[in-house]
């Protein structure tokens, strides 16, 4: 089936350091990803929504120069949390769908990154 | 008025238990529908889709209402390794999947 790795699984970092997620699909195309953030106890939200080629689409309240996300070709995402603070700490998942069928309905999510900024 | 709307419990209910889930929207036109599990500190995984005409996966059942707009999530013979967080979610005409807050279920000896 679908898998979508995501890198790294866990990071700490000082504040105002720059943190760079990796979300990869590694058996399928994927043009739209989708980063997520979930704090404890606490449902998903959705960040942003990213598509290959062109400029992320943000949630409202996300701010997209604080997190930028660049999804260069069908299989990567990146997520860059640009000066994180402690308030940025958090699970953050990217899920990828598939390109088309079926497929195109499901989201297959990473395992995962956890950024705690001390 | 949430788009996805559940029950965020939790649920605490022993093994061997029955135990059912709804979850409401509000687009009368989302087209697909979805039940993922989350375990604590892990990302979700799909559980099971769910058709129009209701579909089963052991002891997992589920159903969708399309007149009530919700879809429900039936869980029989409940083991340990059930308890977890159930996310509903819907897939609107907008091609948007909308997470659902997800419901806890604790199963216990």
């Known amino acids: 089936g679908a898998v979508v790795s995501q890198h790294p699984s866990w990071v700490i970092c000082k504040s105002g350091t720059s943190v760079k997620i990796e979300c990869r699909s590694l058996d399928f195309q994927a043009t739209t990803m989708f980063w997520y953030r979930q704090f404890p106890k606490q449902s998903l939200m959705l960040m942003a929504t990213?598509?290959?080629?062109?400029?992320?689409?943000?949630e409202q309240g996300v701010e997209k120069d604080k997190f930028l996300i660049n999804h260069a070709s069908l299989t990567l995402s990146t997520l860059t949390v640009t000066s994180a603070h402690p308030e940025d700490s958090s699970f953050y998942i990217c899920?990828?769908?598939?390109?088309?069928?079926?497929?195109?309905?499901?989201?297959?999510f990473g395992a995962g990154s956890r950024l705690t900024v001390l | 008025r949430k788009e996805v709307e559940q029950d965020p419990g939790p649920f605490n209910v022993p093994e061997g238990a029955t135990v059912a889930f709804n979850c409401t929207y509000s687009n009368s036109a989302s087209q697909s529908f979805f039940w993922y599990r989350q375990d604590c500190r892990k990302e979700p995984k799909l559980l099971m889709s769910v058709y129009s005409s209701g579909n089963e996966d052991g002891r997992f059942t589920a159903q969708l209402n399309r007149a009530s707009q919700y879809i429900s999530l039936l869980i029989r013979d409940s083991k340990l390794s059930d308890s977890a967080t159930y996310l509903c979610?819907?897939?609107?005409?907008?091609?948007?999947?909308?997470f659902g807050g997800g419901t806890r279920l604790m199963v216990k000896p």
């Open positions: 990213s598509n290959e080629g062109s400029k992320a689409t943000y």
């Open positions: 899920s990828a769908r598939g390109a088309r069928g079926s497929g195109a309905n499901v989201l297959t």
């Open positions: 979610v819907v897939n609107n005409a907008g091609n948007m999947l909308t």
